[in-house]
């Protein structure tokens, strides 16, 4: 069974950084693109960033790509996601993705 679980959201200032973490377990972590995406409130789910997780390849919301940076760790089964100079328009819950399986999500707040 694919699992996915984030950590690391929280509530931080505008302006802050902060790093989301999704532990990947039950399939081959080489093998996958796996990707972060967000959902505000009222809005839908939109793509961040995603990472082929063989190569390293990365391909970015161009809105976004500035302030966010994905990268992983094979060897620890780990995605991230370092998000910089958070914006009030940043909070939204956030959720790891690979393929058809998703995290819980979690929860990231900017407060202006």
């Known amino acids: 069974e694919v699992q996915l679980v984030e950590s690391g959201g929280g509530l931080v200032q505008a302006g802050g950084s902060l790093t989301l973490s999704c532990a990947v377990s039950g399939f081959t972590f080489d093998d996958h693109v796996i990707g972060w995406y967000r959902e505000a409130p009222g809005k839908k789910r939109e793509g961040i960033a995603c990472?082929?997780?063989?190569?390293?390849?990365?391909f970015y919301r161009e809105s976004l790509k500035d302030r966010f940076t994905i990268s992983r760790e094979n060897t620890k089964n780990t995605l991230y996601l370092q998000m910089s100079s958070l914006k009030p328009e940043d909070t939204a819950v956030y959720y790891c993705?690979?393929?058809?399986?998703w995290g819980q999500g979690i929860q990231v707040t900017v407060s202006s």
């Open positions: 993705n690979a393929g058809s399986a």
């Open positions: 990472i082929t997780m063989i190569n390293g390849r990365t």
